[in-house]
């Protein structure tokens, strides 16, 4: 049977894997910003790598975005969805 409730041990271990993923999310956004900032100034016209940087991008802020959304959300043991 599913559980949709916390107990007391999990929450800790869950907000703490949530705010190492939003450390993670911004770091690895830093560095994907910065060489696309150097590739820019440089004047470099690889093309596939400034996709892929920018591919990169948009995947971060979807991850981002998705985490935010599941820390904000949770269903109550009634299996209600509720707003914090």
């Keep these: ?3 949709t409730g916390k107990t007391c041990t999990e929450q800790p271990f869950l907000n703490w894997t949530q705010l ?3 450390q993670r999310v911004a770091e ?3 560095v994907v910003a910065a060489r696309a900032n150097q590739l820019f ?3 470099d016209g690889n093309g ?5 940087l920018n ?3 948009c995947a971060l802020r979807a991850l981002r975005s998705a985490s935010k959304f599941n820390t904000s959300h949770q269903v109550g ?5 509720n707003v914090a």
């Design 20 to 22: 190492k993923l939003a």
């Design 55 to 57: 591919d990169a991008l």
């Design 48 to 52: 596939e790598e400034s996709e892929a």
């Design 1 to 3: 049977m599913l559980q």
């Design 77 to 81: 043991n009634d299996g209600e969805m």
């Design 41 to 43: 100034q440089d004047g």
């Design 28 to 30: 690895a956004e830093a």
